[in-house]
């Protein structure tokens, strides 16, 4: 038996394994030995030094050792630090932090934050897109058309020539154009909308006119390369595909880093995450309109066709544009257009 | 020795005060848990994501080693590594599925049917997680509800629900608190549920009250602007109804909160008054339903005014809230409780609920 002075005691309360019986106890560190004690002195277990646990403190709970058959041992008592040689853990001493310091890890959150989302996830997104496979980037290609087909699509009803004068420009603004990433291969096919003006692209670099937007560009080929050329440069960012993965990746992370916010503000948080999808949407058609100026230039059509064509959808459809949009305001695009063409 | 140990503990328990009430404690701070927030906050983020599964298990420590019944706390024993396989795991597969559906758009089809029978087995799943994982004064819980009976009450009763117009909602309260209830245990004690149907139809009216007063005014005040926006749109006019849209969402949301509110507390009082655990300690709940909507709308008033800096505030104030309105009936002591449960490590059911945000609908708030 040690001497008086080699023991330490640590005052507190403990349960048997899997019992809820609370008992007021004492834990005596003895060398290489731990006793547990009762009020009464009596000996209710004893462990090795080494088979107990010490878990990291944590708030003001009450410190927790665990032996090793399953007993809790809980206690407040001071001289655990000594006992332990402990000071609570890293965790603790960070969290426990105040004033100026506590300011600092708030501020280093907020930068941290900043740099995730404007540096770490794109390079992550760039990456995802990277490793994605060819035959899947086609296959997105036909997925979406075979979707898009029965749902809002019909037939082209525009005359043979028509295609063809299309599909001529279509092929001046290929060869004009950077050559399409990997995986993506520049297809040009006609649909009917109804009549509806539309173009867009798909990842794969499908580039779908709707027939509506032939007829009411037909006098202006400047215009329709501008449109053509818009997607073009879709295609070439890969926009399709960053924004499928960012989406994806910002709805996990901000799920799992936000936890559970509670009532009214889940529901919140996510309109929060389709305004942030909104605004990176509304990114990528400011990205394409600047993309496709030089694979205009090169081509030998006049830039400003695209921003005549934004200036007539302003007057015809409304400006659009705003927070809610997917696209930024034609307006504010046609400027943008004219700006970068001086440049 | 062990036996000599529990002998005592007999003794004790007979001495024990018998009737007493018990308040469920609540004891973190909003000052502390700040402190936790943000340091978890900081290490999730500058490893992208990867330490929000350690921060999540500190953050349940910290909120159930605070929360106290009879000076014995709970405690939350899931670890880190379980929480991230199952993250990872849940994140893969809703990955694996957006691509295949982006590639392939009839296959949603068959995701939706797919879910229909997996999703009652991912709330088993983390019920299961969660209790198993989840202590009180050193004795686990556990949960036993089988998959069938999660596919009777969040597939097969809703839509027998939906049959009934939504008239039959409250059964449908009341069927998956039973559930909720009645499968988990404490050591080996069950918990068992009685309450007659009465009172959720109260709270399902006064919902429904609120509902329509809410409505009357909407219409009263906005009717007439929304329709002449609309006959200037049905005449070809070509603004685009960007305030009006919103302010019909921004509506909803005023008046959906608090019916939502208002009846998950109701509901929240009756699922305690009709709790008894094996031996009879009963429980007892009294949250006012006007002070919690308060709460909820201030908090996430709070939050978004803070950019989320009062989110542990609001966490901490929410959960006190609640633990103040809850209590227990002891009948005899508690030192009696006791009773080994299997450990679980199967973290996929709990990782899709912190992502997904699982409904498990009517238990608790």
Known sequence: ?343 | MATDYVARARDKAAADDRGAVEAVRFDGTAREYFGIWIVNLLLSVVTLGIYSAWAKVRTQTYILRNTSIGGRRFDYHATGGQILKGRLIVVGALVAISILTAAVPLAILLFYVAAIFVFPLLIVRALKFNARNTSWSNVRFDFQGSYGGAMRVYIGIPILVALSLYTAWPFLTRARQRFFVENHRLGDRAFAFEKGIGGYYLAFLIAAGIAVIGMVAFTILFGGALTATFDRMADGGTEEPVIEIFGIYLALFLIGTPVAMVYRAMARNLMYDGTTLQDGHRFESRVRPARLVWIAVSNAVAVVLTLGLALPWARIRMTAYLARCTTVHPNGAFDDIAGRIEEDNRAIGDAYSDIEGLDIGGVGI
């Open chain 1, 1 to 343: 038996m040690a001497s008086e002075s080699d023991l330490r005691a640590l005052d507190g309360r403990a349960y048997p394994p899997d019992h809820a019986h609370e008992t007021p106890a004492r834990l005596i560190l003895d060398g290489d030995a731990v006793r547990l004690e009762d009020a009464a002195g009596t000996v209710l277990r004893t462990a090795p030094r080494t088979g107990i646990v010490l878990e990291p403190a944590l708030g003001r709970t009450e410190r927790t050792i665990r032996l090793p058959d399953g007993t809790l041992f809980l206690t407040r008592d001071p001289g655990l630090a000594h006992a332990f040689d402990d000071d609570g853990g890293l965790l603790h001493l960070l969290e426990s932090l105040r004033g100026p310091r506590l300011l600092a890890v708030a501020l280093g959150t907020l930068v941290a934050t900043a740099v995730l989302l404007r540096v770490a996830v794109p390079v992550l997104v760039t990456l995802a897109v990277w490793l994605t496979p060819p035959a899947l980037v086609r296959q997105l290609d036909a997925g979406s058309l075979q979707a898009i087909d029965a749902l809002m699509m019909d037939d082209t009803r525009l005359p043979a020539d028509d295609r063809a004068w299309v599909s001529a420009l279509f092929d001046d603004l290929r060869a004009a154009a950077p050559p399409p990433p990997r995986g993506a291969r520049d297809v040009l096919l006609f649909r009917d909308m109804g009549g509806t003006p539309n173009a867009f692209a798909l990842p794969g670099g499908t580039v779908v006119v709707t027939d509506g937007l032939v007829d009411a560009l037909r006098d202006d080929p400047d215009a329709l390369a501008g449109v053509i050329a818009h997607e073009l440069a879709h295609v070439r960012e890969r926009h399709g595909l960053h924004g499928l993965y960012r989406a994806l990746g910002i709805y996990a992370m901000l799920s799992l880093l936000v936890g559970d916010p509670g009532p009214v503000l889940d529901s919140l948080l996510l309109e929060g995450n389709t305004l942030l999808q909104l605004a990176g949407t509304r990114a990528a058609e400011r990205d394409a309109d600047a993309g496709a100026v030089p694979i205009l230039r090169a081509a030998g059509y006049d830039p400003d066709g695209l921003a005549r064509f934004l200036d007539d959808i302003a007057d015809r459809y409304g400006d659009g544009g705003g927070w809610w949009s997917t696209h930024p305001a034609s307006s504010e695009r046609a400027r943008d257009l004219r700006d970068a063409i001086r440049r």
